[in-house]
Nanobody, 124 residues
Framework: QVQLKESGGGLVQPGDSLRLSCAAS????????MAWFRQAPGKEREFVTA????????TYANSVKGRFTISKDDAKNTVYLQMKSLEPEDTAVYYC?????????????????GGQGTQVTVSS
C-alpha cells in the first residue's frame, strides 16, 4: 500500500513557473513508476508525465513537452513536477500516481495508487 500526498499548487500568472511535489509513504518507493495526471474543470483526467523507477525513462504529453519536467528523489520518497511557461490551459487539479512494473502507461486505471491532488491555477 502506497499513500501519496501532493503539494505545491497555487495561483500563478501566465509565464510563471511552479514546482509540485508528491511525497510517498511506505516502502519500496524506489521500485515504483510515478506519474502525474491533471483534471481541468469540466474535463476528463488526462495524463501529464511519467518516470520509471530508475529515472532513466520519462514520457510527456505533447501539451507539456518542453515545459514540464518530472524527477524523483528516492532518498526523500518524493516525485516532483517542475512546470515552467505556465499557460491558463494548465489550470487543473494535479494528481500523482504510482504503480509497480516497468511500462510507462498513460492511463489512470493502470496506476493503483493515487493522491488527493493539488490545485494549480494560471491566471492574470
Amino acid at each position: 500500500q502506497v499513500q501519496l500526498k501532493e503539494s505545491g499548487g497555487g495561483l500563478v500568472q501566465p509565464g510563471d513557473s511552479l514546482r509540485l511535489s508528491c511525497a510517498a509513504s511506505g516502502p519500496n518507493f524506489g521500485t515504483y513508476i510515478m506519474a502525474w495526471f491533471r483534471q481541468a474543470p469540466g474535463k476528463e483526467r488526462e495524463f501529464v508525465t511519467a518516470i520509471t523507477s530508475n529515472s532513466r525513462q520519462t514520457t510527456y504529453a505533447n501539451s507539456v513537452k518542453g515545459r514540464f519536467t518530472i524527477s524523483k528523489d528516492d532518498a526523500k520518497n518524493t516525485v516532483y513536477l517542475q512546470m515552467k511557461s505556465l499557460e491558463p490551459e494548465d489550470t487543473a487539479v494535479y494528481y500523482c500516481a504510482a504503480r509497480e512494473g516497468s511500462i510507462l502507461y498513460r492511463t489512470q486505471d493502470r496506476y493503483p495508487w493515487g493522491g488527493q491532488g493539488t490545485q494549480v491555477t494560471v491566471s492574470s
